[in-house]
């Protein structure tokens, strides 16, 4: 059974640190997005990468978030440096180009003191 | 631009009872719809999608949608509501033109009594 997995699953950290997420994409899917769940803004598309290459990270705050997939097993999010309203859950999922379904993993909850 | 509204953020029935969440959305061109469903802590999983086949859908776990265009609707329905259906659901739009991007409703919360 094929799965979307991330890790960590839970992190707390203080304000200033950095925080790195991994995302393991199902196998054989070229797409990977990251999405980040609050309570008042819902489910926001962060990035979006098809083949390895970034196509959108218009949702991502630029001075602090990164994305990045070093190869195709593998994509991080880093927040660098840490503020409390990061706080989070972050979400990866995976697809195919040419199919429209996308497959969540289930997410690394964030919390910045 | 795109929008998908979820008409209802929270929903009650009791179990054994119709299950009936709303969702409307707005575009210039039919989109492929949605429904995911989240159980408390975990991840998004999805329960059906249409894409401009059959107007009525069926999922997993005996849920079902029907797409109307005439009423830019995708409502989410089941016979009878089981106390594992608790979850959050969201109605979520896919518009090709924007590089597979989804738009999400804001999401419903049910809840099933005994």
């Known amino acids: 059974d094929a799965r979307v997995t991330q890790t960590p699953r839970h992190k707390v950290t203080e304000m200033g640190q950095e925080v790195t997420m991994r995302c393991q994409p199902i196998?054989?899917?070229?797409?990977v997005f990251w999405y980040r769940q609050t309570m008042m803004q819902g489910l926001e598309l962060l990035a979006y990468f098809r083949n390895r290459a970034p196509l959108d990270d218009s949702g991502m705050p630029k001075d602090r978030f990164s994305a990045e997939m070093p190869d195709a097993t593998l994509a991080t999010l880093k927040i660098q440096p840490s503020e409390p309203r990061d706080s989070a859950v972050y979400f990866c999922?995976?697809?195919?180009?040419?199919?429209?379904?996308?497959?969540f993993g289930p997410g690394t909850r964030l919390l910045v003191l | 631009a795109q929008s998908v509204t979820q008409l209802d953020s929270h929903v009650s029935v009791s179990e054994g009872t119709p299950v009936l969440l709303r969702c409307n959305y707005s575009?210039?061109?039919?989109?492929?719809l949605f429904w995911y469903v989240q159980h408390p802590n975990k991840g998004l999983q999805l329960l059906l999608k249409?894409?401009?086949?059959?107007?009525l859908v069926k999922g997993i776990n005996g849920f079902e949608a029907e797409f109307k265009k005439s009423e830019t609707s995708f409502h989410l329905t089941k016979p009878s509501a089981h106390m594992s259906d608790a979850a959050e659901y969201f109605c979520?739009?896919?518009?090709?033109?924007?590089?597979?991007?989804?738009?999400f409703g804001g999401g419903t919360r049910v809840l099933v009594k005994p």
């Open positions: 575009s210039s061109y039919s989109p492929s």
């Open positions: 979520v739009a896919l518009k090709k033109a924007a590089g597979n991007k989804l738009t």
């Open positions: 999922a995976s697809g195919f180009s040419g199919e429209e379904t996308q497959y």
């Open positions: 249409y894409t401009s086949a059959a107007t």
């Open positions: 196998l054989g899917h070229n797409t």
